[in-house]
């Protein structure tokens, strides 16, 4: 078997074996297949797609050039989550308490952030204290006992997809739904959890832009879960304006003890009410409306703030900020961005209030570069609220205040203002299982 045959095949439109990607596979990890024989082949596929096996050997594969978690012991009660990445989403440390409060048992390994989407690890990691890199038995004990444990991506999980996407950043071939499908899935594979509840985003704020290439990559993903015996469902969700009212860690850590204590924005808690619900109705093997309306229940009754409160005290963060979350409203510097003129909210883009919040020093470029963990931005209004000249629209908070003008360049871009209200927006535009 030769890498130049497989690259060949592939170029013209052929489907690849079983015992090919695992060559690729395998030949890549070992160093014997140079990086420029596997971006022809990434090339290729990016060009002539995948079929349903070559994309289920390409998961398996991956799956299999590293470590597997065996979560057994935690029977069908084992369920994660999994974001696309989208602007403002700070679901996790919402909904993952939510789960385990009702029995579900949520062992999540997330990862940082990267450009203008923020990571669920850098946010957690605003709580002084809190621990993202436990070993593997105290992860695993921690699950069992309180039902929740979240982690930095582990190095032994699916290496040979941390290996291609590196590659693939650099050689435009980032965007092929085979590509993507597999990437994910290995890792959420890998990580042994028996369901997994997808969010795909589409929109301004998200790597998907058009719904139809949202549905089909929230399917094929569902394919490859069943061929691995998981039980796999995906929404598909609206990323045109962010997600709740914060973007910037700290401040989705407010918003997320808001939320959890029964208040918050309503589309942020009506996205995790779903996302909860589906995951609890995996997990527990009960219907959708029982799981909403114990969902319901563990945000009313505060049962789900109390276990957000164990979760940080058990990975070591201080939890005497969950009573007091203005703690997390302390950035050095605020400023005001007012309404230029009156009318209503017709667009907020996602994608150009991530960037503002990297320019107020929230984001990083390179995956090296520290982050102000107290910068980011407030919304005071959302989609299709009613403002009037000189109205606040958002408040920006950063660690200093030269940092301002950049990102008040991008919001005035980012918000559209009209005389007409505009029509309204679904948040949740699918439910595939």
């Known amino acids: 078997m030769r890498i130049y045959d497989i690259i060949d095949k592939k170029r013209h439109g052929g489907e690849l074996t079983k015992g090919e990607i695992d060559f690729v596979i395998s030949g890549y990890m070992k160093n014997e297949i140079p990086d420029y024989q596997i971006s022809a082949l ?26 597997c978690l065996n979560l057994d012991m935690l029977g069908d009660l084992s369920v994660d989550k999994h974001s696309t990445g989208g602007v403002g989403d700070k679901t996790t440390l919402i909904v993952a308490p939510i789960v385990a409060s009702l029995g579900g048992k949520v062992a999540k390994m997330s990862g940082r ?52 996407y590196a590659l693939r ?51 094929t993903m569902i394919e490859i879960g069943k061929r691995f015996s998981r039980n796999v469902r995906a929404l598909i969700t609206n990323m045109d304006v962010p997600l709740g009212r914060c973007v910037g860690n700290a401040l989705e850590v407010w918003e997320a003890i808001e939320v959890l204590s029964g208040r918050g924005e309503e589309n942020l808690k009506n996205l995790c009410i779903s996302i909860a619900s589906n995951m609890l109705s ?60 009156s009318g209503y909210i017709t667009a907020i883009n996602a994608q150009m209030v991530g960037t503002a919040c990297m320019a107020l020093g929230a984001g990083r470029i390179k995956k090296e570069d520290s982050i102000d963990k107290n910068a980011g ?5 959302n989609y299709g609220d009613y403002v009037s000249k000189g109205d606040p629209l958002c408040v920006l908070y950063s660690s200093s205040d030269n940092l301002f003008s950049e990102a008040e360049g991008l919001l005035y871009s980012a918000f559209e203002i009209s005389e007409q209200a505009p029509p309204k927006k679904d948040l949740i535009l699918e439910v595939l299982k």
């Open 42 to 67: 990434l090339m290729a596929i990016c060009i002539n797609s995948m079929s349903e096996n070559e994309v289920y050997y390409l998961t398996d594969s991956m799956v299999n050039s590293g470590e």
């Open 113 to 164: 952030g990267l450009g203008f989407t923020g990571g669920t690890i850098d946010k957690l990691e605003a709580i002084d204290g809190f621990k993202t890199s436990i070993d593997k038995a105290d992860f695993l004990s921690q699950v069992e006992n309180i039902g929740i444990c979240v982690i930095g991506q582990s190095q032994s999980l699916a290496p040979a997809d941390k290996k291609l």
């Open 169 to 219: 950043d650099v050689t435009a071939t980032v965007e092929s739904i085979p590509l993507i499908a597999s990437s994910i899935m290995s890792k959420k594979i890998a990580s042994g959890s028996k369901s997994i509840v997808l969010d795909v985003k589409v929109g301004s704020g998200a790597f998907m832009k058009a719904k139809s290439d949202a549905s089909l990559l929230a399917r």
């Open 282 to 341: 995996c997990s527990l093997g009960i219907g959708e409306n029982e799981a909403t309306l114990r969902v319901n229940d563990a945000i009313c009754s505060k049962k789900a703030l109390s276990k957000l409160k164990e979760w940080v005290c058990m990975q070591g963060g201080d939890a005497s900020c969950i009573e007091n979350p203005s703690l997390f409203l302390n950035a050095k510097y605020k400023k005001e961005f007012k309404a230029t003129n």
């Open 377 to 381: 931005v407030m919304l005071n209004y």
